[in-house]
Structure formats: structure tokens, C-alpha cells
């Protein structure tokens, strides 16, 4: 419990806490004179808890303890780190989320924002209704995920159907000329060979002639190179017998006397294949031109043009089988629609279950808070629309007086109630599920408007959630926080030019005096007793 008179800065503590936790800052906190404000805040939390994991990616060191740390300077300027590490103050409000849940008359956003209804009525409803709404996640995931392929298809229809179209016409086309592996490179020689026919037959004629000779010439014929060859053999082979060198360039000229036969012979063959038929000319050349037309639109070779063929063939099957996918994909969709309204009508009846038993159990706390006359009713209302967290619409209703109509605790309950609404919501939940998400609560003036009698019932709550979780209270009443187990004072001092306040906690018959001051305004013998009498009905010992 932080205690203390009025104006002496309890409320700067909720405040800290809130800027550690990321709320916006204001360079009117920074004391006048003074560089920056700076809030450093020390959590214990598990290595497995959920604000460690955050800690850790964003680059902060977590070894057992999390340290916080916000400065504001006095130009506005806000810098936080996480864990050591420089962090985006944005982290910081990621991570109160995880650690601590301030609940103060202007800051009740558990009730504020619709959607936490919903989430704290999740929560609440533990293991059971936590499988069942898995069960509804998957099925909606898989539905928004048919349903998204199913568009994506339906979109392109057009485009595919062009696709289509011009893969047919490059195949079709293809297919009438039906091109062989590397026949762009043969018909190109043969091209040139067919197109100086004439040329190659007369040259290759007059080198066989210089060869083999030609009987037909005037004068008598000429003998030709073989001739001549024949006759330099003939003079060497009566002499070579004398000469072991001489016989070896005999057995040389023999080679090519060989070698000339048969490039003789070659050439003569040739120049009987030469092919002088035009009509053959002009085939390869009007083939060639088919080949180039498909060359240019679908590869630099034929062979280019015909790994285009298979690739497009490949596509063409991949294309009309969406028309499939979109058949196949339709029913899917359908199906899961079914199933996505089985899980959500399931989901609905699990939630309406605990809310009931939700409703009842905060009502319950609020006999215990001042608000006797007062109902809590969790509605789980089906506007007729699936969305990713089911088809319900879940708002906790308040019936502050008896015969009342409930109406959304944001707007009916006033700001004190509403502090005593959620801490009804914190015990109540408490009662269903020990192992928190988060660790800490603080109250701010939870017990506004209440006295007497309902005071104590409101610290009997705070100290039932104080079972299982830790709690900070910010109160001026003694019945709330004779209940504590730490009692902290808050004091204002100045030096006659500086304020401060400081923090200390009190016991013994410094508690004592606390508390006597809370209830009568002074530090009289009957106040004390009275302060005395308190904690010893509470079973608190002033220590």
C-alpha cells in the first residue's frame, strides 16, 4: 500500500510506472532546473515469460531480472532502454502488457477497448474453451486461405485465357513445321553448297585433272602430278638400292604418290555428288525462311525453339489445370464454410457457458466492493458475421441498481466503480487461473466513494488478489490498507527551494501512526488504539 496526505506525490509513482511502460511523455514532469526525468524499473520474470521473449528480440539482456529504463529530457525528448539496450519506446508498451496491469480511475483499458472483453472472457474460460477456439482458428485460417487462392485464380481468369492463346498459336506453329534438332545449322551449309554448285564442280574438276592427268588435251594429254610422280619413283628405285638415304626418300615418295591416288579419287567423287538441282536450292532456301520466322519469336536456334516448345507445353497443362483448381477449390470453400460455422456456433455456446460463470463470480466480488445492488452481465451477442475471432461480440454489462438494465461497464460505470468492476474482473479470474500472464497490479484510489465496512471488504478483495499475483495500491483509506503486507508512506519536504518526496516503508508503531492519521487526521491516543484494534482484527501484525 502507498499512503501519505494529499499532494504528497502518490500518484507520481502510478504515473512512473506509466511512463516506463510506454504511455507518452511530457517535458512538464521534468523538475525546473533539472537536464531529464528518468524512471528505472527492476522486474523478475522467468526466462520463459512472455516479456522476456520480447526483451529478447529486441536485443535486451534477460538474465533472471528485466531493467526498464525511460528518460525524458526537458526539450520532450524520450529515450528507453531494455535489458541495457537502446529500444523504441513503442517496445516498452509492448512489454507492460506482459508485466503490469494499471488500473486507475482514467486508465481502465481492459474495459475501455471492446475487444478485451472478449480476450478476458477467453482467459477465463481456461483449457476447454482455449481448444475450442483453436479449433475455430484453424478452420477460419484455412477457409481465408481457400477463399484467397479462389480470388486469385478468378482474377487472372483473363489473363490466363491470353496466355493460353498465344502458348496454343507458338505450339501450333511448331508443330506445322516440325523443325529437327540442329536442322537451322545443316540446311545453312547446304544452302551455300547448292548456291555455287557450278563454282565447286568446275574447281574441284580442274584440281583432279592437275592430279590424275587429262588424256583429252591437245598435244597429247598431260601425264599430270601422279604421272610425274610415278616417273620420279621409277628414277629413284634403279638407283636407291646403293644408298640406305636414298632408298628412305623413295619409300617417301611412294607415301605420296599414295596419298595423291587417293585425293585424286576423292575429287573425282565429289565432283560427281555435286548437286546442281535448283529446285532442291530452292526448297532449303524457303525452308530456312520458315525456320527463321520461328527463331525470331521463340529462340536464336531451332534448337532454342524447340526448348521453348516443351517448356510452353509444360505451362499449357499448368494453365488449364487451374480451371481444375478453381472446381476443386469451390467445393473446398464450401466445405470449410460448414466447418468454419460448426467451430463458430461451438465456440459461441463455449463462451456463453463462461460467461455465465463469469457474470456470476464478479457479481459475487461486487457484494464485497460496495456495489451490492449491483450486476455484472457478460453478453455474447452473434451480429450474423464470421470474423477471425468467432461470430460473437462479447461487452460486460453493468446493472449498477437492482431492476436496471445492464449496459456496457464503459459507459455506465463511473470512475471509481469501474476501478472496483475490474478489480471484481481481476479476483474472479484470479479464482480460475493462478499461473497470471501478468504479474502485477496497480490500483490507483480503487476504493473512491467507499467507506465504512465496504472499505475492509475492499482490501479483504485486493489482498485475495494479492494471493497470486503482486499488488500496488495507491489509497487514503486505513481499513484498505491495514491489509497490506508491505505498507509504504509517501512524504512531501522542501528545503525552501526545492521539493521533494520521498518513499519509506513504515511498521511497528510507525504503521501505526499511519493509519491512525488515515482515520482521524491526527496521531491521538484514541487514534491509535483504534489503528491498533484494526490490524489485530485483520490478524496483522504492525511489523
Known sequence: MLTGETGAGKTMVVTSLGLLLGARSDSGLVREGADRAVIEGVFDVPSDHPAAARAAEAGGDVDESLVLVRSVSGEGRSRAHVGGRSAPVGVLGELGEHLVAVHGQADQWRLRRPEEHRELLDTFGGAALGRVRTAYDSVYAAHAAAVTELETLRTAARERAQELDLLHRGLERIEALEPQPGEDVSLRTEDERLAHAEELRSGSAQAQSLLAGDDDAVGGGSAGVMGELAAARAALSQVSANDPALADLERRLVEVSHLVTDLASDLSAYVADVDLDPGRLEWVQTRRAALSDLTRSYGETVDEVLAWGEAASRRVLELEGDDDRITSLETRVT???????????????????????????????????????????????QPGRLGPHGADDVEIGLAANLGSTPRSVSKVASGGELSRVMLAIEVATAQADSTRAVPTFVFDEVDSGVGGRAALDVGARLAALAASAQVIVVTHLAQVAAHADNHLVVSKADDGKVTRSGVRRVTGEERVSELARMMAGSESEAALEHARDLLSDLGRSPV
Not at 356 to 367: F, H, M, N, T, V
Open 335 to 381: 466445405e470449410l464454410e460448414q466447418q468454419r460455422a460448426a467451430a463458430a456456433a461451438d465456440l459461441s455456446a463455449a463462451r456463453t457457458k463462461a460467461a455465465k460463470a463469469l457474470s456470476k463470480r464478479i457479481s459475487d466480488e461486487l457484494k464485497h466492493l460496495a456495489m451490492g445492488s449491483a450486476t455484472v452481465v457478460i453478453g455474447v451477442e
